[in-house]
T-cell receptor
Framework: DSGVTQTPKHLITATGQRVTLRCSPR?????VYWYQQSLDQGLQFLIQ???????AKGNILERFSAQQFPDLHSELNLSSLELGDSALYFC?????????FGTGELFFGEGSRLTVL | DQQVKQNSPSLSVQEGRISILNCDYT??????FLWYKKYPAEGPTFLIS?????DKNEDGRFTVFLNKSAKHLSLHIVPSQPGDSAVYFC??????????????FGQGTILTVHP
């Protein structure tokens, strides 16, 4: 158990719909990262938040947005869903942006599997 | 632009033998490298890492080698065990600027260890 909690674990929805994926980081972790894993693909970085502020952006579509709340949990919002958005969405957390970066380790949740029909 | 590449989608080895997983990178700014292991229906878990100031790091049966001039790293597992069967992801980080903490992952290599 990594200590990172993601909900829901599975989600099936239709094209054009909107969904929200939720992530609770490990206790004490200030950084949250969102990654997307499509079929046979590696993990693609989407976005990073540190203590409520956006810190880095990857290949995140304009239809997707995220935020980190004062209690440090994060939500990834996916709208106008398309078939190609079907994927595993992982949340990861780490201690801080800089301090304690010694191991460079991110702790991953079990993922939310999104299926768009 | 695939900055981290794992060119072997799969690898099959016999129990007790050595498993060697390879990874290449193109971004010269990467200075920290990690290997993650992933079982089905689970998130990736950290396995071992190496800083660019080193060329080798060992942790039990796992050793990571880094060849900076070739922009290549490898993970050696000796001896391999059936429980090592999983997907292995190589990841890299540039410890500075806005990419601090962000990991760039390869596509993964499926390792199967046969009893």
């Amino acid at each position: 158990d990594s200590g990172v909690t993601q909900t829901p674990k599975h989600l099936i929805t239709a094209t054009g719909q909107r969904v929200t994926l939720r992530c609770s980081p490990r206790s004490g972790d200030l950084s949250v990262y969102w990654y997307q894993q499509s079929l046979d693909q590696g993990l693609q970085f989407l976005i990073q938040y540190y203590n409520g502020e956006e810190r880095a952006k990857g290949n995140i579509l304009e239809r997707f947005s995220a935020q980190q709340f004062p209690d440090l949990h994060s939500e990834l919002n996916l709208s106008s869903l398309e078939l190609g958005d079907s994927a595993l969405y992982f949340c990861a957390s780490s201690v801080t942006l800089g301090q304690g970066f010694g191991t460079g380790e991110l702790f991953f949740g079990e993922g939310s599997r999104l299926t768009v029909l | 632009d695939q900055q981290v590449k794992q060119n072997s989608p799969s690898l099959s080895v016999q129990e007790g033998r050595i498993s060697i997983l390879n990874c290449d990178y193109t971004n010269s700014m990467f200075d920290y490298f990690l290997w993650y292991k992933k079982y089905p229906a689970e998130g990736p878990t950290f396995l071992i890492s190496i800083s660019s100031i080193k060329d080798k790091n060992e942790d039990g049966r796992f050793t990571v080698f880094l060849n900076k001039s070739a922009k290549h790293l490898s993970l050696h597992i000796v001896p391999s065990q059936p429980g090592d069967s999983a997907v292995y992801f190589c990841a890299a980080s540039a410890t500075g600027g806005t990419s601090y903490g962000k990991l760039t992952f390869g596509q993964g290599t499926i390792l199967t260890v046969h009893p």
